[in-house]
């Protein structure tokens, strides 16, 4: 069974610095290639990051580009997204999700096979 724990989560200021983290336990990790979305109360829920089995490829919605970045270190098993420059609008429950299969697209949330619980992340203006 795999389990994806999420971790990090919290209340930063606009304009602030956070980061989270994907603990993967359950299979190898580099078996899986990884995404994060989130989120908002009322809204959708929207791709934000993604990156393949070794993280020679990664792909990011347009409203975070230029501002979050996705990494993943396989020794570790976990992922990570380092976000910047941070908005109110960028406030949403955050998910990792993990999935097998390498040619989907890494932009659709129906393509991944696991997720985390999510963790909260609230920017106040």
């Known amino acids: 069974q795999v389990q994806l724990v999420e971790s990090g989560g919290g209340l930063v200021q606009a304009g602030g610095s956070l980061s989270i983290s994907c603990a993967v336990s359950g299979r190898t990790f580099s078996d899986y290639h990884m995404g994060w979305f989130r989120q908002a109360p009322g809204k959708e829920r929207e791709f934000v990051a993604a990156?393949?089995?070794?993280?020679?490829?990664?792909y990011y919605g347009d409203s975070v580009k230029g501002r979050f970045t996705i990494s993943r270190d396989n020794a570790k098993n976990t992922l990570y997204l380092q976000m910047n420059s941070l908005k109110p609008e960028d406030t949403a429950v955050y998910y990792c999700a993990a999935r097998i299969a390498r040619s989907a697209s890494y932009y659709d949330g129906t393509t991944y096979d696991y997720w985390g619980q999510g963790t909260q992340v609230t920017v106040s203006s």
């Open positions: 990156m393949n089995r070794f993280g020679g490829s990664t």
